[in-house]
């Protein structure tokens, strides 16, 4: 009980500086070294305004300072990586693993929320995504030359992507930003699960595109890094549905 209350407090903590992250990093703001501070009024926070989700629901949702509201964001992803945190941990236990993948979670969900609210995959994000990838696969025991096979299909194929499509039809269908996660992507998962990992991909972008542009009327350009990011969480914790070779021996 003890270890999990730990984890679900890592959990929010952690959230808590994913809020903080994937707001200042598209906007070219410290993370490390500039306190902690309302985005409208700007005065410097406490530590009881930094009490992950209670300061929030104790401050009704507005700053203690000038009353503005503060958005559910904070709380939401809060909780949204408590979870994850805590899913991990029933999968993983307490292992190199299992701490790992926390990481990567931290990382992607940074990604997903800046390029939701600023259609930006800030650099930093796949700086610490690329040695988790090594670490993990150290870890796992699956480090081995195939890696290299899956980050060169993987940074070719998006490259042909942004490059192709566009000379094609005038626009871009994949950001640099989208490039390069492609590329980190390469990484992390085996060549086998690449076919699955784009398949994933693409449906989760159909979806989301549709409730971007449909249900939300956000307009035609929509953020793809969210469909990246949770096609290639799934594929490296399930990793026996995400090899195509799984499939084919059935």
Request: glycine fraction near 8%; charge should be neutral.
């Amino acid at each position: 009980m003890i270890e999990l209350l730990l984890v679900v407090a890592a959990g929010l903590a952690f959230g808590s500086f994913i809020t903080c992250a994937s707001y200042r990093l598209p906007l070219a703001i410290d993370v490390v070294r500039r306190p902690s501070f309302c985005p409208t009024c700007e005065a410097r926070l406490g530590f009881w305004d930094l009490v992950p989700v209670f300061s929030w629901v104790f401050a009704r949702g507005k700053c203690r300072y000038c009353a503005c509201k503060i958005s559910a964001r904070y709380p939401l992803i809060e909780v949204v990586t408590a979870a994850i945190f805590v899913a991990l941990y029933a999968g993983y236990g307490l292992t190199p693993q299992g701490f790992i993948l926390a990481g990567m979670a931290v990382a992607l969900l940074i990604m997903i929320v800046a390029d939701l609210e600023h259609y930006i995959i800030p650099d930093s994000v796949h700086l610490l995504l690329a040695p988790l990838a090594i670490a993990y696969r150290l870890a796992a025991d699956s480090l081995s030359l195939d890696i290299v096979w899956s980050f060169g299909l993987l940074s070719a194929l998006a490259l042909l992507l942004h490059y192709g499509y566009g000379a094609l039809r005038g626009r871009d269908v994949l950001g640099f930003g989208d490039v390069k996660f492609f590329a980190v992507a390469g990484l992390w998962l085996d060549v086998g699960a690449i076919p699955v990992f784009l398949l994933l991909s693409g449906v989760l972008g159909v979806v989301l595109g549709l409730v971007w542009q449909k249900i939300l009327g956000r307009g035609q350009l929509f953020p793809f890094a969210p469909a990246l990011a949770i096609a290639l969480f799934l594929c490296v914790i399930f990793p026996e549905y995400a090899e195509l070779t799984n499939y084919l021996h059935k």
